[in-house]
């Protein structure tokens, strides 16, 4: 239950997360994957630019840091920060939910086996 007389803290967080790409991105980060042209071939179509504003906004908001690494050849590293490992049992509890079978298909299923 949302107490009326608090701030909104939930708001701030939709609007981190929300867009097409933030949530996938993140997945990519908690599997392992952290370079950027490893995230890019990961979800493509994405487009650089596109990568590039959703990685900055989640490290201006302290959820990755990013390393750039000088060696020939220049590459840059993404890493989930404490803050960001934090959303991980969200996303398993989004994992959780989606997995749960589907009320109106199971009851299709039991209809079938029944006939």
């Known amino acids: 239950m949302i107490d009326p007389k608090c701030p909104d803290t939930i708001t701030p967080v939709i609007e981190l997360l929300e867009g097409k790409w933030t949530l996938l991105i993140l997945r990519d980060l908690f599997n392992g994957l952290n370079r950027f042209g490893e995230l890019r071939r990961s979800l493509h179509p994405i487009s650089p630019k596109t990568l590039t504003d ?38 398993a509890a989004m994992r959780e939910w989606a997995e749960q079978p589907c009320p109106t298909a199971h009851t299709t299923e039991l209809q079938e086996a029944q006939a």
Do not use: A, C, M, W
């Open 54 to 91: 959703r990685l900055r906004l989640l490290e201006e908001n302290h959820i990755v840091t990013r390393t750039i690494f000088s060696e020939v050849p220049l590459h840059v590293e993404y890493e989930l920060t404490d803050k960001g490992r934090r959303l991980q049992p969200i996303f």
